[in-house]
C-alpha cells in the first residue's frame, strides 16, 4: 500500500463512517396526523393492594392485551431516578413496576425491558428502589431490568420543535427495537416544573446534556415528547411527593393516596393527576404545550373518567 | 519438615500462591458498591496485613490503628516462619513469578549466549567467567539469567536498598512526611490495577464486544462477563499513567534478576527480613555444599550465598532448594531450645576443584559473614535515618520555607481529619478511589505537596453529571484500611460535610444569563434542599414572552458539599456553583463575584 492508496482508503472509510451514523427522522406527519378521537379514556383506581390495582386499573382500557401483542417487545419505564427508597417517594413504587411487566407478561410480550437513566448512581438507584429486586423477583428471563448502555442513545431531528430541534433519545426506547412503550411515572413535585408526572418522565431516554432541557423546560419537554409517544401511560400515585422534590427524602412531604391513573392518553393522565396536587392542568406549562401540539386531552369534561 | 502428602513443598507453595492471589483479584472485584450499602468486609485485608503500611501509618499519625491487628499476627507468624509471606502469599510476589515464567523463554536464548561463551573461554583456556555461584548451570532448569544479572555475587549494596528504604521511609513517617504509599508493595500494585489496569481492560472487552456484534456473544458471553468479571462501568484516574509506569518498572525489574524487587527494593519484604531474623524456621545446612551448587542457582531470592551461606532475612520459603537438593539433605526444620546439628555435607567435597587459594579466602570469610546474617550495617542505619529525617526539610526548602495553603477546592473524603492527620493516616492505597461509585475520588497530584501525591480528593465535576459523592454511600470509609476516611453511617457522614457549595453569579444562568435552570436545585439530596430559591422574576424572553426565573441561594448549614450541584450544572465548563473545603477562608470573596 503506497502512501496515495493508503489516503484514499482513509477518505474512503471515514466517509463511509460518517454517512453510516444515525439520524432518526421524525417526520411532521406525526403531530400533524392527529386527528380528533373518539373521548380518552382514563382510568383511576384506588387500592392498598398495588399489585391488584394495576390490574383494575387496565380493565376500562381493555386489558394489558389490548396494549402488548404476542410476541412484542415492551419498554416499561418507571421513573428510576434517584438513590430514595419506595416510601421516600421519589421513584414509581416497585410493586406496580412488577405488576405492570408481570401483565405484559401475561400478554404474551417476547420481552420486557425496564430501564430508567438515573440522577444517582445507577447501581444505586435500581438497587434502593426496589425495582431491580422486583423484576428479578418474577423469574422471568423475559423481564429485565438493564442498565442503560451509553453507546445506544443516538440523535434524532425533532422538526416539529418548537424549543429544540434535535437531541439524543435511548435506540431500545423507540421505533423497531420498541413495540410498546409503557410509561410508568410517579407523580412529584419539582420546582422547575412545578409537576413532574408522565411528560417529564421521557427525561429518562434521552442522552446528552439534560440541564439543557431546563432552559425552556416546559416547551422542551413537550418537545421531546414528539419523538417517544407512550402507547400507555400508567401514573403512579400510590403516595406523592408534595414538597422538596424530585428527590424527597422526608417522609413528612409524603402523601399517601393508594391511586393509579391508567390511560392511553398521556396529556389527560397527566391532566388528572395534576389535580391531585390540588393544581389545575392548565397551571403545568408542559401539559399545555404538548395539549397544543395534540398529543392529547388536556380538558378532563373531554375525557371519561373511569373510577375503579 | 517431611513434605506433606509425598507433594513437593514447591507445588504447595505454588497451590497456595494461585489461591491468594485468587482471593486478592476477587477482593479485588468485590471492592464496589454491588447492591448493599454495606460491603461484606475483608476487601482491604491485604493493606491491614501489612506491618510496614501499619507502622509508617501509626508514626505519621502519632496514634495506635486498631485495624491494622492482622499486621500483628503477620509480624507473630514471621517470628515463627520466617518470611514466607514474600513466597507464599504477597500477591506482587505471586505475579512477579508468573511474569518470569512469560520471560523464560527469553532466558532460554540468553542462556545458550553465556552457555557458547563459557565453553569458548574454556576452549581457549580463558579464566573463568563467572555464571553461577555453584560454578555450574541448574540442570535442565537453564534459569541462569537472573544470577548473571547479578554478576553471580549478592552485592551487599544492592542488599542494603531496600533497608535503606524501609529505615528513611519509617523515619520521614516519624516527622510526619508520609510516603509509605509510593513504595508499599499492595499500594502501588493495587493503584497499577485500579487506575490503569482496570480501565484499560474494561475498554478492551467492551470494543471486542463491539465488533463482534450481535448474537450468542452479545447475549450470553457479554453479561456474564460484565457482571461477574468486570467492573461496572470503566472509571476514569488521574496519574493512570504514572501508576501504570511505577508498576511496570517493577515488574521490567524483572529482566535484570529474578525477583529482583523483592531482593533490593521492597521496604516490607526488608521489615519481615529482619523479623526473619529470629524466626524459628532455619534451613539445614546452614551453608551451601562445596561441591555443588544446585540450591544457589534454584534459589529466587538469592537467599544462598556459597561464601556466606543461608540467609534467612532473604528467603521467602520457596522450598526450591529442598525439591531440587540432589542428595535430598536440604530441609527446613523447626528447631526450639536445641542445638541444631548441620548435616554433614559431601564427603567428597575435597573433589573436583580442590582447595586452591582462593576457597580458602573464601572459607575465611565465611564465618566472619555468618555472624551478620542481615546485611544491614551502620552506614546504612545512619544514612536511611538521615535521608528520612532530611525529606520534610527538602520539601519545606522546595517551597521555599513558607507555610502552603491548603487549595480551598482541594476536597477531602467525607470524615478526613485535618490535612497534616489525614496525610499521615493515608497510605495511598487506592482502594477508596477503586470502591467510588461515581468516580469522584481521585488522586491528588501536588495539590497539597509532593507528599500528598496519591491520597484521595473529591473532584466534582471531572465526569460530568457522574463524578459527585453519592448521598447515602459509605463505601470509601468502610475500605479504608487505616481510617484515615473513618468508619460513618450515613447521619455521621452529613454532620461531616466535604465541603460547602458556592455560587458564581458571574456564571450561573438564572443570575448572569437571566435563564430559566434551577438543575442544581433539582438533584440537590438534602431533604430540605441545601439549595432554595431566593427569588422569581418575571421576565420578557427573546420571543417576546414572559419567563419566570427562579434565582438560587445556597442555605450553607444545609449543605454537606456533596457536589452533585456542581457534577450537573449546565453551563459547560466550570460550573456555575462550585464546592470548595469548609475551612476555606470565605470564598465566596475570595474565588467569585458577589451578587449586586
Known sequence: MDRREFIEQVAAWSAGLCAATPIFEVGSILAAEEKPKAKPILAVAKGKEYGALVERAMKPLGSMAAFVGKGARVVVKPNIGWDRTPEQAANTHPDVVKAVVQQCLDAGAKQVLVFDRTCNDARRSYSRSGIQAAVESIGDSRAQCVFQDQKKFVPVKIQ??????????????MGPACDCYINVPIAKHHVLAKLTLGLKNIMGVIGGNRGEIHKDIHQRIADLNLVVRPQLTIIDATRILLRNGPTGGKLEDVKILHTLIASADMVAADAYATTLFGMKPEELGATVAAAKFGLGEIDLSKVKIVEV | MRRPLWIPWRWWRRAAQLLLLLVFLWLFRRTEYTGA??????ENIFFRLDPLAGAAAMLAARQFIALFWPALALVALTLILGRFFCGWVCPLGTLLDYFHRLLRPLAKRTNRLLESRISNSRRLGGADIPVCPGGRHFEGRQECLPHRGEKCRLTAAGRAAKYFLLIAVLTAAAFAFPLVGLVDPFSLLVRGLTFWIDPMLFRGVDACFGWAGEGWAADVLQPFVKKRLLPFRPMVFHLAGLSAAILAVVFALELAARRFWCRYVCPLGAGLGLLARWSLVKRLPAKVCKSCGDCVAACRMGALDPAAGFSPEACNLCMECVDFCPKGIARFTIEIGRKVVSPQCHPERSEGSGANSAEILRSAQDDRRQARPVRLSRRTVLTGIAAGAAMPGIAWAARLGQQRPVPPDLLRPPGAADEPTFLGLCIRCGECMKVCPTNVLQPAIFQSGVEGLFSPRLIPRLIFEQSYCEYACTLCGQVCPTGAIPRLDEEAKHAQPTGKAYFDHNLCLPWAEKTACIRCEEMCPAPDKAIKILNTRKIIGKDGQEVE?????????????????????????????????????????????KPK
Open chain 1, 160 to 173: 416539529n420543535g418548537k424549543s429544540i430541534n434535535e437531541f439524543s433519545f435511548y435506540k431500545d426506547a
Open chain 2, 549 to 593: 426565573i427562579q434565582q438560587p441561594y445556597v442555605d450553607r448549614d444545609l449543605c454537606v458539599g456533596c457536589g452533585i450541584c456542581e457534577s450537573n450544572c449546565t453551563i459547560e465548563g466550570t460550573a456555575g456553583i462550585r464546592v470548595f473545603r469548609v475551612d476555606a477562608a470565605d470564598p465566596q470573596t475570595e474565588f467569585l463575584l
Open chain 2, 37 to 42: 450499602d454495606q460491603l461484606a468486609g475483608g
